[in-house]
């Protein structure tokens, strides 16, 4: 998968409602080549925005001949409209970036495609916490030189 940011003006028209999800794909796939210089097969495939199916954040099918993509799409469909929720760092939405889902490889086995139940997503904190752990931005930031016991040392940026 890839990001890229939006052209300007992309997201303000996606906020006052001239592009839209309820829109004809060709239509929609014709204004996004002409204003935003999109290639047209590309804007066809617009799997959905976010976040909440409305938002100026796209997710974009790019892949090539890959073998049970739909099974999978609701869960990509979900995933993508939480994240771009909660965001990536401090739980903002995102805004202005459309994701390039580039290739998939899936299990052939059918049992082992799909979301089970034990695998629902959960709150984003546990996830977070656990994933991440380097400081986040909270404010005015100072460097602060440290020591730590076992010798090791370096600077850590913290108000």
């Known amino acids: ?3 890229a940011p939006f052209k300007d003006g992309l997201a303000e028209e996606i906020e006052a ?5 309820e829109q004809e794909a060709k239509a929609r796939a014709r204004d996004l080549a002409e204003k935003f210089e999109w290639d047209v097969s590309d804007a066809r495939k617009i799997w959905c925005f976010g976040p909440d199916g409305r938002g100026p954040n796209l997710l974009v099918d790019m892949t090539k001949a890959v073998a049970y993509l739909n099974e999978v799409k609701d869960s990509f469909v979900g995933a993508f409209g939480w994240a771009s929720r909660e965001g990536a760092l401090c739980d903002e939405q995102m805004r ?14 059918a049992v082992h495609r799909g979301c089970r139940p034990d695998h629902a997503p959960r709150s984003p904190l546990p ?3 656990s994933a991440d752990r380097p400081p986040r931005p909270y404010g ?12 090791g040392h370096g600077w850590h940026l913290r108000l």
């Not at 409602?17 to 999800?21: R, S, W």
Request: hydrophobic fraction near 50%.
């Open 1 to 3: 998968m890839t990001a």
């Open 17 to 21: 409602g001239h592009i839209a999800p």
């Open 96 to 109: 202005a970036i459309r994701f390039n889902v580039m290739d998939v490889v899936l299990h052939a086995d």
């Open 127 to 129: 996830l977070r916490r």
């Open 140 to 151: 005015a930031h100072l460097p602060l030189r440290y020591h730590h016991a076992s010798g």
